[in-house]
Structure formats: C-alpha cells, structure tokens
C-alpha cells in the first residue's frame, strides 16, 4: 500500500559515491532531484576508501578540494604488490604530472557527508534516509519513478528519470528485470582491524601475496583495515581451520603487524564482504538508466570502483541535464537515447578496467589463493617505464576521465530530510 507519493524530475536509488556525486550535479544544476538511501547514515565501516586523481580533479571542479583535503587522510603514489616479501610498484602516480598526483585515503562516509551536505546547499536537493528502494514504478510501458520503504511505510517516488546507483546487489535492477553478465571472482573478503602505530612502516597501496594466502592493508590512521581474501566458497572451511590460521597468514604476510594479530579475537571480529565481477549488456530502459556497480559490479583489485561510479556520474551529468532542465520545465519524457548514450560513453572505460581486475584475478590472486602454483613473475616487463606510465595512468586516471561540463545554478537554501551523519 502507498503512504505517500513524491514526485520529482529524478529519482536517484542509492547513496554511495555515484549517487552522491549525481545528485549533486544536477541539483547544483537546478535538476529537482530525490535521492534514496536506504541505510540511517553512511557510517558502514568498509566501503572502501580510495579517492583516486581523477576524483579529486572532480572535487577541484566542483569547488570542494580544499574541504576534502581539510578532512583526515593519507597521500599513497604507488601501486603494486609485494610478492613473497619484494615489493613491485606497477603504479606511480608522481611520474605523470597530474594535479593531484596521489590516492587520497579517506573513510567513505566523510566523502559522502561532504558531497551530500554540498548538495543540501540546494534546493533542489532531497535525500530521505532509510529509504530503500524496493521496485519500480511502470506506466505506459516505462519506468516512471521507484517504490520504496521506510519506517513509516511504503511510498513512491515518481520521475522523468530514474537512476540506479544502488549498489552490486541493485534492487531496481531486479525490479526493472535487467540481469548482468557474470564474470566470477575467485576470492572473497574478510575485514577486520588491527591497531596501528607510529613506527609502523608507510605503506602504498599494496596486495600482499604468498602461495595460499593474499591481503591487502590499509593505513586508517589509528589502526590498519585488512582485507584478507579468502577462496570463494572458502569461508566455512577457514572457520572450521579456526582464528589462528588467519592471524598466522596476516603474521606472515605483513611482519610488522606479527606482535598485534591477537587483536583479531574471533570471526566475530572479522566482517564478510562478497566481491562480484559483472556488467549489464544494457544499462537502461525506457525511465531507467543504471550507473556505478549497478551498472558493472567492480572487484576490490586495484581500488578503482569508486573512481569509475564517479566517473559515470559525471559524464550522466553532463549528457542528461539539458534534457532533464527541458523535461522539468515541460512535463516530456527524457528521450531514451540519452540514456544510451551514458551507456556508449562509459563503455570503453568499464570494459577496459574490468579486463585489467579479471586478468589480475586470474594470473595473481587465484593462482596465489590455491597456492597451487606461483604467480607468474611480471616485475621484468611492470618496471619498463612505458609500461609504468600506461598502468599509472590507467589506475589514477582512468581510460576516458571525465570533467564537470555543466554549470551551477546558485545556491539559494537548504532542502534535507532526516539527513545525519
Ligand atoms: C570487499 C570490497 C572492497 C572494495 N574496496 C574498494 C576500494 O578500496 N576502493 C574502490 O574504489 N573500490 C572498492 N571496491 C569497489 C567499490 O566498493 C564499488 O565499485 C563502488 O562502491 C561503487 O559505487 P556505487 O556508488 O556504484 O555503489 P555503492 O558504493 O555500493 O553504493 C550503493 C549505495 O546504495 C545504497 N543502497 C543499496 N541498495 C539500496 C536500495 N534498495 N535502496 C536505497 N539505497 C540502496 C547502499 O547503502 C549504498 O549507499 C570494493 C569492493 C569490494 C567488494
């Protein structure tokens, strides 16, 4: 049953990076937009935390750097792993002149307060907390807006346009009947904490690797995030294998942290997260278009999933809100080809980058998670300075990095409902 029905020109699903950095635009943009999300706040410990070059040459464009670099982090220029104790940088983000020549290293709900508390400076502006998208709304053969649930009830949202940007599990996707193509990953993820100290080593942006075992760590200031893959379908064996076997892999892989994996109590301690690897053949329909990992589901290799949902939502921006501004003012359907055409665009980038996730899954983290046989021993052809460049390039910056094109309108008031952090 519908509580209440709330229209608008857009209807974003979903708040992480893509939908953020989309509603922002087009409210910025004067586009009336609502954007759902179905979590009270954006505290969930892991989401990742890489903003990458291209990202923070979007935050310049949208005047936000200087808040974003007010807010606590750490600069990494490197990329790589460290195979059987030696480390190989196939990243190196200093040798390619760019702006911002650096991974910041932010938890992702100080990102996503920033971008969404920038969007409340305008009133065409919405987000509703603990609003989750459930199914769409159809008329005359079209997605016409999202149905959704929050502590009051069931409601609507009706718009010209609706985007997915719920996430890798997208339930509009489900609801709109699109179903990706799968690629498989062969690890999934357990995450956990270990404190950190000042003497601790500065560390890159490194998977660490060794026949049978694979982590990845990262400096959040007070303590260490680890990323310990796991073998898909790998889990219930590693708890029956109990708590030690983990800590003695992390102890081995990381010898710094070998005096503190007690920390790591129990899996209780540890948080599962699934890693997918997918893309739709279509990422719209009539009223829909789907963008970030509801588009294409990206693995954690690399750090690059958050960069590419950005970049996507930048180049939607760009290419809907002349579109969007006219359906507003007349009440017309946003004709579907535009909705194609953020699809044609960000095609080659998501193709190329997934490539590079799967080979990495393939030729490193599989053969290294079944131990069954070294990886192969890229480091001769990875220190060659072209092919150091290309690979900067590809992870900093992306195949097709997208730029602000649209306009601000000014901002007049404030527009947010239930909004916390
Ligand atoms: C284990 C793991 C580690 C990763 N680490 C990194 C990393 O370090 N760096 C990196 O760049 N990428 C990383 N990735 C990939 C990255 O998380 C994604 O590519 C990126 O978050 C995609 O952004 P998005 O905005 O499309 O989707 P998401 O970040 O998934 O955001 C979707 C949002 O929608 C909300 N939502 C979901 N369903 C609904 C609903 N029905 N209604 C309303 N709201 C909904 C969610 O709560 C969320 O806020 C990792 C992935 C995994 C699996």
Redesign the pocket.
Known sequence: MTGSTTTATVCV???????AVLGLLLARAGVEVVV????ADFLRD?????VHPSTLDVLDELGLIDRFLALPHHKVSTVGFVRDGRRLDVADFSMLGLRYPYIAFVPQWDLLHLLTSEAARYPHFRLLLQ????DVVRQEGRVAGVR?RDPGGEHEVRAHLTVA???????VRRASGLRPREFGAPMD?L?FRISRRDTDPDEGYHLRMAAGKSVAVINRGAYWNI?YMIRKGGHDDLRRAGIQTLRDDVASLVGFLADRVGEVTGFDDTRF???RLDRLRRWHAPGLLL????AHA???IA???????VQDAVAAANLLTGHLRRAQAKGRPVPGRVAAAVQRRRWAPTVATQALQRGAQRFGIDRALRGQAEPPDFSAIARLPFVRALMSRLLGVGVRPEHVRVPPMPPRGQSVEGQGR
């Open positions: 699903a979903g708040c992480g990076p893509a939908g759902l999300e179905k979590h892991f989401r990742g935390d890489t609003a989750e998208a459930h959704f940007a719920d996430g890798r599990h997208s339930a993820v995450q990323a997260l699934e890693v963008i970030g990992d509801a990206m693995s954690p750090g690059v999933g958050i960069n590419l949902a």
